[in-house]
């Protein structure tokens, strides 16, 4: 059984709080999404609502086309779980003004909190956790500066790396297992992309 003590709401608005035109977010489907919406919506925040393992791939992309911007993708284990090739590409291209931050709370969260694959082995009969060490695939596959937060202590250290510091950085979070309210955005695709664009690009 997980052992965090980190909530991931409060976190992901002290690392949100104060963002401005320069600050590129991408999120997860769910939880993540809740949470950067909850921290407060905003035209430059692209919360995903069905593209599992689409974040870190959108953020790489974003990264590259806006090298003056900051880019942060803030998800969760089981979707970069799903995609998890996607940390070599981000280490071939090295974008130094990407941030990804996996909040990882050892559950598939969207489909009653199973066990995901980094949940530890042997946490019951019905628990399919693998042990799976998401921080050292990120440093297998070439990303040089990563990094597992787990204490509160922790945390200033944690925004100031995810917000300033040289690219890629790769930080993974273990977080609570909770039940919180869902804090939606709109649930129009096309209007997310509209405004998001609209926003980095200016109007058409």
Known sequence: MSTATLQRR?????????????????????????????AGDRPLNMPLWGA????????????????????LVITGDADLMMVVSCLATVAAQQPDN????????????????QASHTSPRNNGP???????????IAKGCGIADTGTVRDQADVAALVKDLRTRKGPVFRLVKVM????????????????????????????
């Open 98 to 113: 990407l941030a990804i931050c996996v909040l990882d709370n050892e559950k598939f969260g969207e489909t009653g909190n």
């Open 177 to 204: 297992v909770e039940k919180l309210e869902f804090v939606m955005p709109p649930q129009d695709g096309a209007h997310l992309k509209d405004r998001f664009r609209a926003a980095l690009l200016g109007s058409p």
């Open 126 to 136: 019905t628990d399919s956790g693998a042990g799976t060490d998401l921080a050292m």
């Open 52 to 71: 599992m393992g689409g974040t870190v791939p959108m953020g790489l992309g974003l990264a590259i086309a806006q090298p003056s911007k900051r880019v």
């Open 10 to 38: 409060p976190l992901v608005k002290q690392i949100l709080a104060g963002a401005d035109d320069n600050l590129l977010v991408v999120a997860g489907l769910g939880s993540s999404n809740w949470d950067i919406t909850a």
